[in-house]
Every structure is written in C-alpha cells, then in structure tokens.
C-alpha cells in the first residue's frame, strides 16, 4: 500500500473547512443540529476511512488517530 502520509506528525497543519452535519439551520442558531454532534470520530472499514470530525476543536485528535490507523492499515 502507498503510504500519503510523510514527515513528522507535530509539524502537520490542521486547515478550517465547511462545516458538514445534519441540521436544518445554520451555526448561528442555537438549536442547530450543528451544536449536538457527539458520536464523532474515524470508523475503520479494512482499509476504507469514514471521518465525522464533528466539532471543529476535535479535528486535531481525530487527525491523529486516523494518521495512526493508516500508518498500521
């Protein structure tokens, strides 16, 4: 298998994006399913990776955990 991932992990850049969850309203609105995601994280499927980085502050650790599991896939 081709490993994408090189270099050291601590010098990885963790980059903002689009906000993707359920919800019909948008993060200004404090009911918004965006407020509530808790199950979250990598799911392992042999060598396929389904990520739900949930809220935007856990991206940091769920990156490192699926860099983990590739680095072992």
Request: glycine share 10%.
């Amino acid at each position: 298998m081709q490993r994408f991932l090189n270099g050291n992990p601590e010098k990885w850049d963790v980059l903002g994006g689009f906000i993707s969850a359920w919800g019909h309203s948008g993060i200004d609105d404090p009911q918004s399913m965006l407020h509530r995601r808790y199950d979250v994280g990598c799911q392992q499927f042999g060598n396929y990776f389904s990520i739900d980085t949930g809220k935007y502050t856990l991206a940091p650790s769920i990156a490192v955990d699926t860099a983990r599991r590739m680095s072992q896939s």
